[in-house]
Structure formats: structure tokens, C-alpha cells
């Protein structure tokens, strides 16, 4: 797939998002385009330091364990707001669609 299969794919993917929670403005779509890039960001980050993990107990010294828990206690510390966030995102539009 080249870039542009992609590209394609990711605003399928947001539209749809957006048709279901009934995300229909501009800033609304652009509100829910961040959280989703948001969540995969942090679901590839969580992966990433879970193989980080797998290495980090065979070696030697425990810097690198020191430094992984500091990330992993970071990114535990995110999951939440973002969820809040997109609580909120699913909140106000389904509020705003009871206005319609």
C-alpha cells in the first residue's frame, strides 16, 4: 500500500467514526481526527515498550528498567485523560444531535 492508500484508509476511518458518534462539524471531525491519532499513538508506544520490556530484563543492568518503568508509569498516566477526552468528544455530540 503506498501512502496515499493510507491516507484514504485513515479518512475512511474517521469518517466512520464520526458518522456513528454523530460528529458532523468541521472541529468536531478535527476534535476526533486527534483523539484517534492520539490512541494509536499511545497503543503503539504501549507495544513498543512492552518488547522494550522483554529485552531490558536480560540485560546486566537495571538503567534501562529504571528509565522503562518511568515511561511506563507516563503512559498510564495519559490513558486516562484520553479517555476522558473522548468521553467528552462522544458526550457533547450526542448532546448536540438531541438539539437537532
Not at 500500500?1 to 469518517?15: N, P, R, Y
Not at 477526552?85 to 437537532?100: D, F, T
Request: no cysteine.
Amino acid at each position: 500500500m503506498g501512502t496515499t492508500d493510507w491516507a484514504v484508509l485513515v479518512e475512511q476511518l474517521i469518517s466512520l467514526v464520526g458518522d456513528i458518534f454523530g460528529v458532523e462539524s468541521g472541529v468536531g471531525r478535527g476534535i476526533l481526527t486527534v483523539v484517534l491519532a492520539l490512541v494509536a499513538i499511545l497503543g503503539t508506544a504501549t507495544t513498543i515498550v512492552a518488547g522494550l520490556r522483554k529485552i531490558a530484563r536480560v540485560t546486566p543492568t537495571d538503567k534501562d528498567d529504571v528509565y522503562l518503568s518511568k515511561l511506563e508509569r507516563f503512559l498510564m498516566k495519559i490513558r486516562p485523560v484520553l479517555s476522558r477526552v473522548a468521553y467528552k468528544q462522544k458526550r457533547n455530540s450526542s448532546n448536540s444531535s438531541k438539539l437537532k
